[in-house]
Structures are given as C-alpha cells and as structure tokens.
Nanobody, 124 residues
Framework: QERLVESGGGYVQAGDSLSLSCLAN????????IGWFRQAPGKGREFVAA??????????AESAKGRFTISRDNRNGHNTISLKIHILRPEDTAVYYC???????????????WGQGTQVTVSS
C-alpha cells in the first residue's frame, strides 16, 4: 500500500531550525512531485513548498521564501523529501503534512496521497 510518512517534528524554541522528512514507501512516488503543507490550530491547510519528481524544480509559498528549503533524495532507491525550516517562529506552529502532487504544485486540490502529519510547536 502506498504511504507517505512524515517525521522530525517536535517542540522547539523560537529561532531554532528544524528538518522534517517525508518518506515515500514505494517507487510509485518517484515520478510525482511532492509538496509540504501545514495546518495551524483553527486554520485551514496551507501550501508551504513543493519539489518536482527530479528534485530540480522547487516551489514556495510567499510566506515560506527565505526560511524554508525543500529538497529530494531519490538516490539508491530512497525517496525522501526534506523540509528544513530556519529561524522558527511561534506562528510556524502547525501540523506539517507531505502529499503527492498530480498537477499544479501549489494547488491543494491537485494532491492525492497524504501523510498523517508531524506536529511542530514553537515556543517564544
């Protein structure tokens, strides 16, 4: 069964950095873009960043440019998509999800398989 599994969340201090990972468990994900989204308490799910199947093209929400870095490692049979967050802020507190893109990388409606999410909590 195809799955995406996020990891790396936790409780951090403002100003810290954090690296989240999304592991795709089958090769069927190799040919698809992968995106990261987040959902803060009481808010809707929002796009953060995405990377295409090759790892060469990346896309960021305006709010994510400069502090977020997405990358992809497809080597040696691995299929891991990382999201690094620098200089964390309390407003970054959210559940972070990765998902498989079937179309436009910034459109939430173009994503089908979703992971269960990983919680990031930033204290001030």
């Amino acid at each position: 069964q195809e799955r995406l599994v996020e990891s790396g969340g936790g409780y951090v201090q403002a100003g810290d950095s954090l690296s989240l990972s999304c592991l795709a468990n089958t090769r069927s994900f190799f040919n698809y873009g992968i995106g990261w989204f987040r959902q803060a308490p009481g808010k809707g799910r929002e796009f953060v960043a995405a990377v295409d199947w090759s790892g060469r093209s990346t896309y960021y929400a305006e709010s994510a440019k400069g502090r977020f870095t997405i990358s992809r490692d497809n080597r040696n049979g691995h299929n891991t998509i990382s999201l690094k967050i620098h200089i964390l802020r309390p407003e970054d507190t959210a559940v972070y999800y990765c998902a498989r893109s079937t179309g436009s990388p910034t459109a939430i409606g173009e994503y089908d398989y979703w992971g269960q999410g990983t919680q990031v909590t930033v204290s001030s």
